[in-house]
Each structure stands twice: as C-alpha cells, then as structure tokens.
T-cell receptor, first 115, second 113 residues
C-alpha cells in the first residue's frame, strides 16, 4: 500500500543530544513537509522540500535541520539548539507544492519527549 | 499573510446531535480549502476539500461549502456518532505558485453515547 511512514512512533531524548526522525513515502510525491504540533497551537511548518536536493525553511526552522538526498526520504534532525523540542512531529507529502488544489498526505507522527 | 480561524473548543455533543464547526479564512484571491481529521495518536487525514467558490465538499456524512462572500468553510454533519470523536482542522492553500498549506488551531470534538 502507498503511504508515508514515520519512525519511530515514540522517541525519548536527553537534553543536549541531537535526534533524527525518519520519514519515507512511496507515493512518488515531489513535495515533502515537516510540521510540529503542540496542544492548542495547530500545526506549524518547520521545513519543506519541493524537489530532491532542495529544501526551504518554514515558520519555525530554528534548531532543526533536514536533508533530501532521495525523493522518498526527508529526515528531520532535532538539534540541541532547539530549546523546547518536546512535541508531536508530523511528516507530509503532496504531488506538487505549486498545485494549489492538491492536498497533503500525512504520516502517523512521532512523539518526541526530552527527558 | 494567509490565516485560518476556527471556533474555540472543545465541543461535546450527544450521539445523533447536529454538528457545526466554524472556519473563516483570510487569503488573497481564491485559495483551496480543506478539512482534516486527526484521531487520537494518529496523523491527519483529509476529510473533504473545495477548490472554488460555491463548491461543496462532502465525505462520511460531513459537508462544507466554500463561501467566498463570507470567507467561510464551516463543517457540518446532521447526526454525529461516537466514532466521529477527533480533532478537526480547517486549512487553506493559497493561489500563489509556492503557497503553503496553512492550518487553523484545530478543535476537539467529543461525542458521548
């Protein structure tokens, strides 16, 4: 079945450590996105990528980094510079970001907790 | 910039009650409008969408009409079920070539038997 797979589902990190969240899609989508979800704040865009080897900062990119070496994969690294990393992280993809009437498809999310 | 405003929640209803969740937006031109649903511990799923004025999106008994004159896209259902308990997000994608998907804050719906 086609879809987006995020792993792991739950992740615990010690303060000061970097951690990488995985996102893989087999939908042949060009565009991929990372969102952060906090209670009562909706979804906020961290980074997005419209094509392989290219990505742009979203609204809250500080303390995060990404790469897009393959069309299928868009991993997110939460660095020690992110002051409040505990959140639910959602990865999404769409056919093409420039096509305004296309929806985004979401993974099941990764819940990151700093301990 | 683009923005989406949803009514404050949470909302608690009895089974078979009518549901309306308000959503208004600010955007230039003619954005595409979406409703997403999120069940506990899961990602978001597209519930319905509308891409031009006066379009009605519908799915699983839910409906929403794209109202350009009132910049609204209210979600309605005539008879809710316990299984409809979830968080509902209104979203828009603007007209521009590089427009992003902008979400409202979401509203939690709880349906009791």
């Amino acid at each position: 079945d086609g879809g987006i797979t995020q792993s792991p589902k739950y992740l615990f990190r010690k303060e000061g450590q970097n951690v990488t969240l995985s996102c893989e899609q087999n939908l042949n989508h060009d565009a991929m996105y990372w969102y952060r979800q906090d209670p009562g704040q909706g979804l906020r865009l961290i980074y997005y990528s419209q094509i392989v080897n290219d990505f742009q900062k979203g609204d809250i990119a500080e303390g995060y980094s990404v790469s897009r070496e393959k069309k299928e994969s868009f991993p997110l690294t939460v660095t020690s510079a992110q002051k409040n990393p505990t959140a639910f992280y959602l990865c999404a993809s769409s056919v093409n970001r420039a096509r305004r009437n296309t929806e985004a498809f979401f993974g099941q999310g990764t819940r990151l907790t700093v301990v | 910039g683009d923005s989406v405003t949803q009514m404050e929640g949470p909302v608690t209803l009895s089974e078979e009650a009518c549901l309306t969740i308000n959503c208004t937006y600010t955007a230039t031109g003619y954005p595409s409008l979406f409703w997403y649903v999120q069940y506990p511990g899961e990602g978001l799923q597209l519930l319905l969408k509308a891409t031009k004025a006066d379009d009605k999106g519908s799915n699983k008994g839910f409906e929403a009409t794209y109202r350009k004159e009132t910049t609204s896209f209210h979600l309605e259902k005539g008879s809710v079920q316990v299984s409809d308990s979830a968080v509902y997000f209104c979203a828009l994608r603007g007209e521009g070539a590089n427009s992003k998907l902008t979400f409202g804050k979401g509203i939690t719906l709880s349906v009791r038997p």
